[in-house]
């Protein structure tokens, strides 16, 4: 089966503006996030980037990077918008699609995604540990699992913040793997009214009765959403360097 790692990565971040060329230890987010996906070994990694100087840094780094319209109105449809591009001359079975904000995600967790997609379901994701301090932050998405036998997961719900805390909900970590219909039909779907509702782009499959199977890994390090998110990326970098 080949696999394609592809990256969405734009500068126009609504609470973090520029933050794929955030500069965390020495290097900028994007390139931190593009190195631990080459080092998974999966398979080809491509950067989905809407402005010249992203495309730029990954093509002087040795990497691979498409240009994508800065409209698009989604991570997932710009993935595809550069598949497209990409398909031309190959073509790939499993689609994995990783934020271009998760700097400390490890090669291994990565590879974890494709779990779903051999185990029945077309769209795969991850959850991981939900600290105390993250219930209410509605920056951290959750999500609600129905367990299997197989130590896969059904997705039940997610959502940014309720006034309970229900059993089987964890932090869901924004990496979703895909077979290439089932990336086909995403973004042929209309947005959906919890979509829009919850600004969770989710609910687009959900609402139209597909299933996401979902995987859980422990303490998988969380995204750089904010500004506060990205000094403590950058004390963590600090911090490690001065222990070695």
Known sequence: MKTIILIPSRMASTRLPGKPLAIIGGKT?????????????????????????????????????????????????????????????????????????????????????????????????IATTLKKNEFLNPNVTKVMIEWEKNSIGKVKEFYRIKKNL????????????????????????????????????????????ISIGVIFEKNIPASIDTKDDLINAQNIIRSNNEKN
């Open 29 to 125: 987010m994007i390139q931190r996030v593009w190195e631990q996906a080459v080092d998974s070994n999966i398979g080809d990694v491509v950067v989905a980037c809407s402005e010249p100087k992203i495309y730029d840094l990954i093509i002087n780094l040795g990497g691979k990077a498409v240009i994508t319209d800065p409209n698009l109105p989604s991570g997932t449809d710009r993935i595809y918008s550069a598949l497209r591009v990409i398909e031309q001359s190959i073509d790939f079975d499993y689609i994995i699609n990783l934020q271009g904000d998760m700097p400390f995600i490890k090669p291994n967790q990565i590879k974890r995604v494709l779990e779903p997609l051999k185990n029945k379901y077309s769209i795969g994701t």
């Open 166 to 209: 229900e059993e089987n909900t964890y932090h869901h970590v924004g990496i979703y793997s895909f077979t290439k219909n089932a990336l086909m039909n995403f973004v042929k779907l209309p947005k959906s009214k919890n979509e829009i509702l919850l600004n969770l782009e989710q609910y687009r499959v959900l609402d139209a009765g």
